[in-house]
């Protein structure tokens, strides 16, 4: 009978090298942390700003449409 809570895979990445770059390699786990952490802000940023954004220009250029005229399709 076989167990099924056993596994023989590792979990994880294997490190070639043994230990080196202990500290480079956290700087670089942080760097990466906060390169995702600034790229999910910045798509929520882009996702909630782009039709303000738009419509802003749209109110300060010339000649001046009223804003019924921005919003409308037509």
Request: hydrophobic share 35%; proline share 5%; with cysteine.
């Given at each position: 009978?076989?167990?099924?809570?056993?596994?023989?895979?590792?979990?994880?990445?294997?490190?070639?090298?043994?230990?080196?770059?202990?500290?480079?390699?956290?700087?670089?786990?942080?760097?990466?942390?906060?390169?995702?952490?600034?790229?999910?802000?910045?798509?929520?940023?882009?996702?909630?700003?782009?039709?303000?954004?738009v419509?802003?220009?749209?109110?300060?250029?010339?000649?001046?449409?009223?804003?019924?005229?921005?919003?409308?399709?037509?």
């Amino acid at each position: 009978m076989a167990s099924k809570g056993i596994s023989l895979k590792s979990k994880g990445k294997a490190t070639r090298g043994g230990g080196r770059g202990g500290e480079g390699s956290d700087k670089l786990k942080c760097l990466k942390e906060w390169g995702g952490w600034a790229m999910g802000k910045a798509k929520v940023i882009t996702h909630y700003g782009f039709i303000p954004l738009v419509i802003i220009i749209g109110m300060n250029s010339e000649p001046k449409p009223q804003i019924s005229q921005l919003l409308s399709p037509f």
